[in-house]
Nanobody, 126 residues
Framework: QVQLVESGGGLVQAGGSLRLSCTASGGTFTTYVMGWFRQAPGKEREFVGAINRSAGRTYYADSVKGRFTISRDNAKNTVYLQMNSLKPEDTAVYYC???????????????????WGQGTQVTVSS
């Protein structure tokens, strides 16, 4: 059973930074494409970005491009989401997800991901 546990959320002022972590257990982390999603109050969950197995490729939603960076440490079974220049509209519950197929295509839809974390709250005050 694969488990994903996010951490690092919290309250930050606009313009500030946070780094989220997501640690996997019970599976073969190095074979997964890892994604980050978020869900703001009253809105559907949306894709934030993803990273391939080797950490050689990343892809981001336009709304976060240039501000957020995804990285991974396969030795630690952990993926990170570094969030800079945060805005109030970034306020959401952030989820990490794992795609066990490991293929780097069609990485934005939720249905491509097999395992999900419980989410961590990020609140950006203005």
């Amino acid at each position: 059973q694969v488990q994903l546990v996010e951490s690092g959320g919290g309250l930050v002022q606009a313009g500030g930074s946070l780094r989220l972590s997501c640690t996997a257990s019970g599976g073969t982390f190095t074979t997964y494409v890892m994604g980050w999603f978020r869900q703001a109050p009253g809105k559907e969950r949306e894709f934030v970005g993803a990273i391939n197995r080797s950490a050689g490729r990343t892809y981001y939603a336009d709304s976060v491009k240039g501000r957020f960076t995804i990285s991974r440490d396969n030795a630690k079974n952990t993926v990170y989401l570094q969030m800079n220049s945060l805005k109030p509209e970034d306020t959401a519950v952030y989820y990490c997800a794992a795609d066990k197929s490991g293929f780097w295509y069609n990485i934005q839809p939720e249905y491509k991901y097999d395992y999900w974390g419980q989410g961590t709250q990020v609140t950006v005050s203005s």
